[in-house]
């Protein structure tokens, strides 16, 4: 178990899909940015979860990207390290801190796009010197390099068109 991040494929919206759905009519793209469809059939949901598993367009499971920033153990050991960084230098970060980092499982929760922004802005600031001075031990320095590193990638996937983040 731990903290996956995913942006979803933006295939619906822009009217590149390879295969039609089976009820294109009830297709809509939830808040978290995925396509869902608006039934409760479970037939009929069925039928969209396979429709979205062949999948329809030519990116894997409708996913344009995707990172797991760590298990459920590291990533509140991950948010103590930054909030006493960032506390030391008087900088708030909380859209990382508050909403990604709250927990080490989130899943079903997203970042709007408004707040995608706000975290490319937080990372930004984050950048590599501040947490080399922090003075933490060479394994969690390589972790949460490589977490933010791999947020950093996805952030930009999710401004690049336009779609939130989802847990
Ligand atoms: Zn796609």
Known sequence: MGLDAVVFCDCVEKGCLTTPHPYPRLLCIASNGSPEIRSKNSFKVDEHDMWMNLPPCKHEQMMLGGCQLGNIWFIPHMRRILSGVL???????????GKVLYGGTHTGDYLSVKDVGRLSDEL??????????????GEDARQIALAIRE???????ALTVNKPIAF
Not at 87 to 97: E, H
Not at 124 to 137: I, M, T, V
């Open 151 to 157: 947020l950093r990638r996805l952030v930009k996937t």
């Open 124 to 137: 930004d600031r984050l950048k590599g010197p501040q947490l080399s001075e922090a003075g933490l031990s």
């Open 87 to 97: 506390r030391k230098r008087g900088q708030a970060c909380p859209v990382l801190l």
